[in-house]
């Protein structure tokens, strides 16, 4: 993989309103942007977008340069920003997701089987080990069931004085 996602630091570009602003990239770095996420390899990614180049070394060397101008990795960023947003489940969705699940408004898939080895897919509630245990997970997520301990301790302190104390020569004893 040439170039890499690390050499990406974000940089704010800020316009003359004091919003932050995105320089307007040309279609050719756009489409080596989506291709250089879509396939990791910044030398392919410049090749197939349309570069003409002598080489696979200049192909490699341009398409570093590429990755370091503050409009495409800026643009890159963002499209990343967009694909983590909707591939990753949001703490809400999750949240949801448990209180459906406690509530018994899941169903799962089962395989019921109905004579001469056959099969057919039915809906089926969670068992009351998945619906407690989302409200286990619940519960812990808004502060329901805290253990708490108390330790009463009356205990002496102390303390032993047995280093030896150095001679007048700077020699232990």
Do not use: C, H
Not at 60 to 65: D, E, L, T, V, W
């Amino acid at each position: 993989m040439s170039g890499g996602l690390f050499y990406l630091a974000r940089r704010e570009v800020a316009s003359g309103s004091g919003v932050d602003a995105v320089a307007e990239l040309t279609e050719r770095r756009k489409r080596f942007a989506d291709l250089y996420i879509e396939l990791g390899d910044a030398t392919e990614a410049y090749i197939q977008a349309g570069y003409r180049v002598k080489s696979r070394n200049v192909a490699r060397s341009n398409a570093s340069r590429l990755l370091t101008f503050a409009d495409v990795r800026e643009y890159i960023q963002a499209r990343l920003a967009e694909k983590d947003a909707q591939r990753i489940a949001r703490q809400d969705e999750v949240l949801e997701f448990l209180t459906k699940v406690l509530r018994g408004e899941v169903t799962e898939k089962f395989a019921l089987g109905v004579g001469m080895g056959k099969q057919k897919l039915v809906d089926k509630e969670l068992d009351a080990k998945d619906r407690i245990k989302a409200a286990e997970l619940l519960g812990k997520r808004y502060g329901i069931w805290v253990e708490r301990s108390e330790l009463d301790v009356n205990a002496v302190v102390q303390i032993v004085d047995d280093i030896p104390a150095p001679n007048s020569d700077g020699e232990d004893e």
